[in-house]
């Protein structure tokens, strides 16, 4: 039996524990790797009211020759979640974390994903996006009814506008046979508002009159009434008491 002696011993240890601080040395100076670390998503448009959900999948590769594992993961608001495929690594390999943005109401969005890894500390990714709400035309009301014995109804159009530079065009209406209708100008109720990026608000007034109580007669369930601007439109029914109006 062979017999070491201390000295030797001693040398053994600390090479030893050279080389493990070397070799944690270079896990923490290589450590996890990141392809765009930041993502800006830039300008996004949405509809009124639209929830839209940005997403993104980073790359998270294993630069080292030892396996790295992910302890956890955290977002900075609930407007942000994230799936990882894997939370171990394996030496020169690769896992993909896919992260979604919950892109509702309009402004500035933004949210920081921080990576948790054992003995390498944290990795932080971070999610950008600036969100505009588009033109929309909407009604005030969701039908078209005649009260008995009045010939006439009116609603609102109400246009919300990212661009307040110009008031809007004319609306285009198209009403069944035996109605008529005009739309009053355009009034701004609200101006873009550049700190919180709200757009402009416009009000227009749709008035709707029986033309002639004959034809009025023929509309029928799933008459509709047609009001557009541009890329806009709107499709309101009519309901059904206009069918059943007296001829005088």
Do not use: Y
Request: proline residues 4%; negative net charge; glycine residues 4%.
């Amino acid at each position: 039996m062979v017999r070491l002696s201390l000295p030797i011993i001693i040398i053994g240890i600390i090479v030893a524990v050279f080389v493990q601080l070397v070799r944690v040395q270079v896990r923490q100076s290589s450590g996890l790797q990141v392809s765009d670390s930041h993502i800006d998503f830039g300008d996004v448009f949405i509809e009124e009211n639209e929830e839209l959900i940005l997403k993104h999948t980073f790359t998270l590769r294993n630069p080292t020759f030892e396996s790295i594992r992910i302890e956890a993961i955290q977002s900075s608001c609930g407007c942000t979640t994230t799936e990882l495929d894997s939370r171990e690594l394996p030496p020169r390999g690769e896992a993909q974390l896919q992260a979604s943005l919950h892109a509702g109401n309009s402004g500035n969005k933004s949210a920081t994903i921080s990576i948790a890894i054992e003995e390498m500390g944290r990795v932080t990714l971070s999610l950008a996006a600036q969100v505009h709400i588009r033109r929309r035309l909407v009604s005030s009301r969701p039908s078209i009814e005649f009260e008995t014995d009045v010939d006439s109804a009116d609603l609102t159009v109400v246009l919300t506008d990212l661009a307040d530079d110009n008031e809007p065009g004319l609306l285009a209406l198209e009403v069944p046979s035996g109605l008529r209708a005009s739309a009053s100008g355009w009034q701004r109720i609200s101006t873009v508002n550049k700190e919180t990026l709200q757009p402009a608000r416009w009000h227009a007034r749709v008035r709707f009159e029986i033309a002639d109580r004959t034809k009025a007669t023929w509309i029928h369930i799933g008459s509709m009434v047609r009001i557009s601007l541009m890329d806009q439109e709107l499709s309101i029914p009519v309901l059904p008491q206009v069918a059943q109006l007296k001829i005088e």
